[in-house]
C-alpha cells in the first residue's frame, strides 16, 4: 500500500510539472493590442472618470526555467482621464509609450501570472471638449504641459497561451508616481495613472 501510495505521489508530482511548464524553451517574439480603461487615481481630484481608448505593441517572452519567462514589452497606450469642467464633459488625452518588465510565472500550462515595473514615456497630450459652443480637440505644447514627460508604474495580471500560440490577458497598471509636474499652477495635486487593460496577441 505504501509503495502505491508513494507511486501516485511522484506520478501527480511529476503531472503538475509538466503542466506547469511553458510552451518553450526558446525565446518567442508576439505582437499585441487590446482596450484600455484608464483614469487617475487621487485623494486631491475627486471627480475623474475613466477614458477608453486602446493599446497596441510588441513583445518577447525568454524563458529562464520551465516555469518563469521574462516578458519585456513595447506598448502605444492610450491613456488619460475624464471630467466634469463648467458642466461640459473634459477628455484629457495622455497617450504613452508603455515598457513593462514581467516576471511571467505559468501555474498550469498555457495559464500564467505576470508582474513587473513600468517604465511610461509620454507622447501626446490633448483636451477635447465635449460641447457644440466650444467642442474641438487642443493639442498641449510640451512647454506648457502640466502633466510630467516620464512615469512609473507597476503592472500585474494573468494571460492564457493555447498551442498554437495566440493568447489572451487581463492586467491593471498601477501608477507610483505624481503625474503633475512641481512647478505649476497645479502642483498641490498629487495624482497617478491607473489603467486596466483587456487584450489578446500572437506569439510567433
Given amino acids: 500500500m505504501k509503495k502505491v501510495f508513494l507511486v501516485a505521489a511522484i506520478t501527480v508530482f511529476a503531472i503538475s510539472n509538466s503542466n506547469a511548464q511553458?510552451?518553450?524553451?526558446?525565446?518567442?517574439?508576439?505582437?499585441?493590442?487590446?482596450?484600455?480603461?484608464?483614469?487617475?487615481?487621487?485623494?486631491?481630484?475627486?471627480?475623474?472618470?475613466?477614458?477608453?481608448?486602446?493599446?497596441?505593441?510588441?513583445?518577447?517572452?525568454?524563458?529562464?526555467?520551465?516555469?518563469?519567462?521574462?516578458?519585456?514589452?513595447?506598448?502605444y497606450s492610450g491613456q488619460g482621464f475624464t471630467s466634469k469642467v463648467l458642466n461640459q464633459d473634459v477628455d484629457y488625452n495622455l497617450n504613452y509609450i508603455q515598457v513593462p518588465v514581467l516576471v511571467k510565472v505559468y501555474l498550469i500550462e498555457g495559464l500564467s501570472v505576470e508582474a513587473g515595473p513600468q517604465f511610461g514615456f509620454k507622447i501626446h497630450e490633448e483636451?477635447?471638449?465635449d460641447s457644440d459652443?466650444?467642442?474641438?480637440?487642443?493639442?498641449?505644447?510640451?512647454?506648457?504641459?502640466?502633466?510630467?514627460?516620464?512615469?512609473?508604474?507597476?503592472?500585474?495580471?494573468?494571460?492564457y497561451k493555447f498551442d498554437n500560440g495566440f493568447f489572451i490577458n487581463g492586467r491593471y497598471n498601477m501608477g507610483l508616481t505624481n503625474i503633475f509636474k512641481d512647478d505649476t499652477v497645479i502642483e498641490n495635486i498629487d495624482a497617478k495613472n491607473a489603467v486596466w487593460q483587456i487584450g489578446a496577441g500572437f506569439m510567433f
Avoid: C
Wanted: charged share 25%.
Fill in 22 to 75: 511553458s510552451d518553450s524553451k526558446a525565446v518567442q517574439f508576439g505582437v499585441k493590442g487590446g482596450v484600455n480603461f484608464s483614469t487617475i487615481t487621487s485623494d486631491d481630484f475627486d471627480d475623474a472618470d475613466s477614458r477608453t481608448s486602446f493599446n497596441v505593441g510588441v513583445l518577447a517572452e525568454i524563458p529562464l526555467t520551465e516555469r518563469i519567462s521574462i516578458q519585456p514589452e513595447a506598448l
Fill in 127 to 129: 483636451i477635447k471638449v
Fill in 133 to 159: 459652443a466650444i467642442g474641438g480637440n487642443t493639442t498641449i505644447d510640451p512647454d506648457d504641459s502640466a502633466i510630467k514627460d516620464f512615469d512609473t508604474s507597476v503592472a500585474f495580471g494573468a494571460a
